[in-house]
């Protein structure tokens, strides 16, 4: 009887160890699925660089590392062109780094040594290193000033075209400083050019802050009230004198990379979305629910206005969010700019994500080249040097410089101007290391600058 009972209670002990064990396994289970449940919420949130490599358009990355050393150039020349003598001590230039990003160690002397037909160095009697620009630049920002006065008026129409979209039809002046060299905009666009056009906007303040200023629409102009995309379909520059926007039905030009295979596994989806009936940008959107599918579509046609509106058919991404409130677009437009491939490419080039219309480019050169565009092309040609770096001249060099050209010609030896002929000759053509800076996200400029060769070499 006593060898039953421990039986039984041995029976009893090892059914209890059974479910101990089931329970730690069912918790291990239950702890393990909640541990990859949560690993993967947290991978679903990728950043761009992730949801995008396997989209990269190599030629528009190009383009995206072009414009970006266009613009450390241009910067670079407007800081220049705002001091009185268009001269400045290259150390208080290490105040912009950031604007150009250039990081230290790199020295801004090098930098600016890289485009010795656009800046000057020179010491003066102290040692004071000084930046300036060659002739070639000062002649080239007289010939901006000229096409930015002749672009003047179709730069007022795309932003009264702007504050006819916003749904207050008034857009706040700050945020309009944004697209300024998006646009075309002049360097005095706040403080002269808003108050050329009366007849189609006027600033005004704020009432609650009287700090802020606004650019508020004065007259509708319904000539103006049609899409860019409807004026290729129409064949037409405007609209009539009675037209009304409203619901459209137009499909958007798609632009796929020939390696992108996903297109075919897509297509349904795209096709339902071409066919989707729309509202037109310039129609009034506040009934629209936001995350509907109308609401998406009617954001992607704003955003395809407004890059239409653009020089180089490209904008910086933190500059399209600033206008989620006044043009009715969804909180998540990274992710609405990702969705639709075909019709918008998102470059992550930088420190600042660039967002491309597609459809305005074959390879990296853009179809339509307005002349604001084709001198910036002129821009991009001078910067970038390849060649041996040049002495930087002293004052002392300047000086003897000046005794040269008041010396008789007839006086100078023949054998030192050949050598120096030589020297300026062995200094174009021989192409050394390059002594530039390279940033790990950056392309190598003379990879970008290729196909942009200076014409005065030819």
């Not at 998102?346 to 179809?367: H, N």
């Amino acid at each position: 009887m006593t060898a039953k009972v421990v039986k039984i209670s041995s029976l009893v002990n090892k059914l209890n160890l059974l479910d101990d064990l089931s329970l730690r396994r069912a918790w291990y289970k239950q702890s393990s699925s909640l541990w990859w449940s949560q690993n993967r919420l947290m991978t679903s949130s990728k950043r761009v660089q992730d949801r995008s490599k396997n989209k990269r358009i190599r030629p528009l990355e190009i383009a995206a590392e072009k414009w970006k050393i266009f613009s450390k150039m241009k910067f670079l020349m407007e800081i220049l062109r705002k001091e009185p003598e268009m001269v400045i001590p290259v150390r208080s230039l290490d105040q912009y780094r950031k604007q150009i990003n250039l990081p230290k160690p790199h020295k801004m002397s090098d930098f600016i040594r890289k485009s010795p037909k656009l800046f000057e160095l020179c010491k003066d009697k102290n040692g004071l290193l000084w930046c300036g620009m060659t002739e070639e630049a000062e002649d080239l920002l007289e010939e901006e000033e000229r096409l930015l006065e002749e672009h003047s008026d179709k730069a007022a129409e795309y932003v009264t075209r702007c504050l006819m979209m916003s749904v207050d039809k008034r857009l706040p002046l700050a945020k309009i400083a944004h697209f300024r060299r998006d646009f075309g905009l002049p360097l005095d666009f706040r403080t002269t050019w808003v108050h050329k056009y009366p007849e189609l906007f006027r600033v005004v303040k704020c009432k609650e802050d009287p700090e802020l200023e606004y650019l508020e629409l004065v007259t509708w102009n319904p000539k103006w009230a049609i899409t860019e995309l409807e004026k290729k379909v129409l064949g037409v520059t405007e609209a009539g004198p009675d037209h009304t926007p409203e619901m459209l039905s137009l499909p958007f030009p798609l632009k796929f990379p020939p390696e992108y295979k996903k297109v075919y596994r897509y297509g349904g989806k795209i096709e339902h979305f071409q066919k989707r009936a729309y509202l037109s940008p310039y129609a009034d959107a506040r009934e629209l629910k936001a995350g509907s599918l109308e609401f998406d579509k009617r954001a992607v046609a704003v955003m395809h206005e407004l890059l239409s509106f653009t020089l180089e058919k490209r904008l910086v991404t933190d500059h399209l969010t600033h206008y989620r409130r006044e043009f009715v677009m969804p909180q998540k437009l990274m992710r609405l700019l990702l969705k639709h491939f075909g019709i918008f490419y998102v470059s992550e080039r930088g420190k600042r994500f660039s967002v491309f219309l597609t459809e305005g480019y074959e390879d990296s050169e853009l179809i339509e080249k307005r002349p604001l565009v084709l001198w910036r092309e002129k821009v991009l040609s001078l910067s970038g040097y390849r060649g041996r770096k040049k002495k930087i001249q002293s004052f002392s060099d300047l000086s003897e410089l000046s005794d040269m050209e008041n010396k008789d010609p007839l006086e100078d030896d023949s054998e030192s101007v050949n050598t120096s002929i030589q020297f300026e000759q062995a200094e174009t053509i021989k192409s050394l290391e390059d002594a530039s800076f390279a940033d790990d996200d950056e392309m190598e400029v003379g990879e970008v600058c290729s196909a942009y060769k200076d014409t005065n070499a030819s």
